[in-house]
């Protein structure tokens, strides 16, 4: 498990994985600034990411926001955290003229063609993990080496910011009836995090 990209460097992540947290912390408990202490990342407190980010930070962040806070209420910071990443992405970064087009196809075909433009820029978000997905029912995600969970021990699945994330995007773009489900992480034992979407 290593924070290196396949070029030797190490590897990043888009901001929304701060960013969003904080806002989710702020808006739940009104602060932000235990966990991000406790992660050692004040300092994006003070000056938010505007750019791409160590990925070693996400993982410190993901892991200081399930130690300072009980498992429900991480959990639910998480989720709401990638639902913000999921409006900030159909906000800026999903282009208009393609959103429209997925909304009027099947499911499945608009699964596929999301899943496509998802998977180029999967290492904005999964930074030195490994992106795969099947498209068929349930349409299935996969990372393998996942940063969120990395280096982490649970009883139960904590991807949540990227549950989260996948709900908007799939409910939005998809079908709004989309449940999405965490059916395997590697915090677990797991030898990679599966995410199910099911309409």
């Known amino acids: 498990m290593s924070p290196l990209d396949d070029s030797g460097a190490v590897a990043r992540i888009g901001p929304n994985a ?42 410190a962040l993901q892991q200081a926001l399930r130690a300072q806070l009980d498992a429900e209420t991480a959990r639910r910071i998480g989720h709401d955290a990638g ?26 075909p608009a699964s596929a063609l999301l899943l496509k433009a998802v998977g180029k820029h999967a290492w904005t978000f999964s930074g030195s993990g490994d992106f795969s997905y099947i498209v068929g029912r349930p349409v299935q995600v996969r990372i393998q080496d996942c940063p969120l969970c990395r280096g982490s021990q649970a009883d139960v699945p904590v991807c949540d910011f990227y549950r989260g994330t996948f709900e908007r995007l799939f409910t939005t773009l998809v079908h709004r009836k989309t449940q999405v489900s965490e059916t395997q992480c590697q915090a677990m034992g797991a030898e990679a995090c599966v995410f199910e979407m099911r309409w």
């Open 83 to 108: 639902l913000r990443t999921g409006d900030y992405l159909l906000a800026h970064r999903i282009p208009k003229p393609a959103q429209r087009i997925l909304k009027l196809l099947p499911p499945g």
């Open 18 to 59: 701060i960013t969003r947290v904080a806002e989710a912390l702020v808006a739940a408990r009104g602060s932000a600034a235990d966990v991000f202490g406790a992660a050692c990342l004040t300092h994006y407190l003070a000056d938010p990411p505007e750019t791409m980010v160590d990925e070693r930070d996400v993982t």
